[in-house]
């Protein structure tokens, strides 16, 4: 079945870096496009970046600059590298993949920005 699983999230000082991984299994992973979303408290979970299978990104007008997306088809991961984080960047970070026209999540992991 499709999964994917995220993890690297954690508590960084403003200004710090983090990277965060997900692992997919399921389908065939290098074919596939693959995003990270991000939900703050009282708010809705928001696209963060994007990845097509050539490789194409899509990132929000919020970390364009700051956070880079890539991916492994080797090893199946997805990787979300932010740098000069923001207390606003404080969210859970979700590894989001669409296959067969249904949204699959992760459990997501935990990214807290603060001094």
């Known amino acids: 079945q499709v999964q994917v699983v995220e993890s690297g999230g954690g508590l960084v000082q403003p200004g710090g870096s983090l990277t965060l991984s997900c692992a997919a299994s399921?389908?065939?992973?290098?074919?596939?496009?693959m995003s990270w979303y991000r939900q703050a408290p009282g708010n809705q979970r928001e696209l963060v970046a994007s990845i097509t299978s050539g490789r194409s990104t899509y990132y929000a007008d919020s970390v364009r600059g700051r956070f880079t997306i890539s991916r492994d088809n080797a090893k199946n991961m997805m990787y979300l590298q932010m740098n000069m984080l923001k207390s606003e960047d404080t969210a859970v970070y979700y590894c989001?993949?669409?296959?067969?026209?249904?949204?699959?999540w992760g459990q997501g992991t935990q990214v807290t920005v603060s001094s």
């Open positions: 989001n993949v669409n296959y067969n026209f249904r949204d699959y």
């Open positions: 399921g389908f065939i992973f290098s074919m596939k496009a």
